[in-house]
């Protein structure tokens, strides 16, 4: 049985963030998954990297200490659905935080000649379920930072077999057809992954 | 010029720190006032909560929790931010606190009866800089597209003043830095920020 990590940040229950955290945690057990629902928000993770935790950083195995649990939850998955709102060009602190103090050396990747070796290959299919305020244009201008990070930084330490990033942009002016549309998109994506 | 510089770093003795010093050095040597933000030791929480969520858009009582922040970012003209780059991005203190202060009638304006589409809030910011240090390569961090670097200069970049001018460097490979690498840092760090905020004037002496 497939197992998925729902990586979810999204602070408020009756957000458009939300309905689509919910769909997509729907699909994926319908359609038979295991999942992992990791809601940052009510979990009360703390992103923030602490000067100990800067410290032993590289201290393999030592540095996955303070986080275990988060990081066996990563390690035992085989999708990995990112689901979050875009927030001044980048992953809200929450979920950014998740990568600085989970994304570990000796987990995320090894370093072998001061080279960078994916390490989360176990990872076969990686989705991120996005919305921005900016139109699509606005956001490549400014380089997509959030759509690099996962379409290049994590896929280069999971090298999925599958991997979808699905944008709804400019979503201040989206109409309720054009969410209920994007939605949709997202259940089916969700089913074919 | 009024110059904030934004510092985000966990630890004390941190290269980053150095970095931090010379930029500060450089500013009042112009004649500049500054003020450094310092993230970690204010133990800023970078989470933006449900409540403020709630508030985002119902200005001005959007600012209230982060009212300092806020009006520091008024009084600036020069915005400098000096950072590590973790996993290719700001860390999430220094996200966190975009999310919580780059807030709407702040560092933009949102969509109203007259304007269809969000416009800048930071016009009165001409000057620009980024300074961090880097685990990867160049040519990884090229390919992974700089997220960091972009969502400063040209997301922010986007909200200033135009033209703003801007100024960026990196010391890459940091975890196999040496003495003279960091040396050489900090010299192009002293030489960008000449170039951000000029080089002060000699006194003219008496004939």
Known sequence: ?193 | MRALVVYCHPRKTSFTGAVRDVVVQKLEGVGADVRVLDLYARGFDPVLTAAEHEGYEACPDNCAPVESDVADIRWCDALIFIYPTWWYGLPAVLKGWLDRVFLPDVAFLMPDGENTTIRPGLQHITRLGVFTTCGASWWLTQFVGAPGKRTILRGIGVLCAKPVKKVFAAHYLMDSSTDKSRKKHLTRVAGKMDRLVGVPQRQAGPV
């Not at chain 1, 979050?84 to 929450?94: D, E, L």
């Open chain 1, 1 to 193: 049985m497939t197992r998925a990590l729902v990586l979810y940040a999204h602070p408020c229950d009756d957000s458009f963030a939300a309905a689509l955290h919910q769909n997509v945690v729907q699909t994926l057990t319908d359609r038979g998954w295991d999942v992992d629902d990791c809601d940052l928000y009510k979990e009360g993770f703390d992103p923030v990297l602490s000067d100990a935790g800067r410290r032993g950083y590289h201290e393999e195995p030592s540095n996955i200490e303070p986080v275990k649990d988060y990081v066996e939850r990563l390690r035992a998955c085989d999708a990995l659905i990112l689901c979050f709102p875009v927030w001044n060009f980048g992953y809200p602190a929450i979920l950014k935080g998740f990568f600085d103090r989970i994304f570990l050396p000796g987990v995320s990747f090894k370093l072998i000649d001061g080279k960078v070796v994916p390490n989360l290959t176990h990872i076969k299919k990686l989705a991120a379920i996005t919305t921005y305020g900016g139109t699509r244009v606005r956001a490549t201008l400014a380089g997509d930072p959030p759509r690099m990070s996962v379409k290049r930084a994590v896929w280069h330490v999971t090298r999925p077999t599958k991997m979808r990033y699905l944008a709804l942009y400019d979503m201040n002016r989206a109409t309720e057809a054009k969410r209920a549309a994007y939605i949709a998109k997202v259940r089916k994506e969700m089913k074919d992954l």
